[in-house]
């Protein structure tokens, strides 16, 4: 059974940084696609970014482009979502996902089958 683990949420004045890491356990992050999507209650779930198999591509979604970085590192079995520039709209909790198939990439329609437990992010003063 694979399990998704996420970690680095907490509080942030707005302007701060955060960096959220997600591992896996039942099977590694190598050779797959990984991507971040973030909800906030009574709201859909939101797609953030994804990295492909290689590290290689990465996509972001409008809202955090140019604040937001994704990366992987497959010797620790870990990717990474480094957060610049929050604000109060960055608040929600933020889940990582990966799918079960080979050459499947995170897409914001194409979430993953597998699902962490999702850390919270809160960005007040």
């Known amino acids: 059974q694979v399990q998704l683990v996420e970690s680095g949420g907490g509080l942030v004045q707005p302007g701060g940084s955060l960096r959220l890491s997600c591992t896996s356990s039942g099977r590694t992050f190598k050779s797959y696609s990984v991507g971040w999507f973030r909800q906030v209650p009574g709201k859909e779930r939101e797609y953030i970014a994804s990295?492909?198999?290689?590290?290689?591509?990465?996509y972001y979604a409008d809202s955090v482009k140019g604040r937001f970085t994704i990366s992987r590192d497959d010797e620790q079995n870990m990717v990474y979502l480094q957060m610049y520039g929050l604000n109060v709209e960055d608040t929600a909790v933020y889940y990582c996902t990966t799918p079960a198939s080979l050459g499947t990439m995170i897409a914001p329609a194409r979430p993953g089958d597998y699902w962490g437990q999702g850390t919270q992010v809160t960005v007040s003063s």
């Open positions: 990295i492909d198999y290689s590290g290689v591509r990465t």
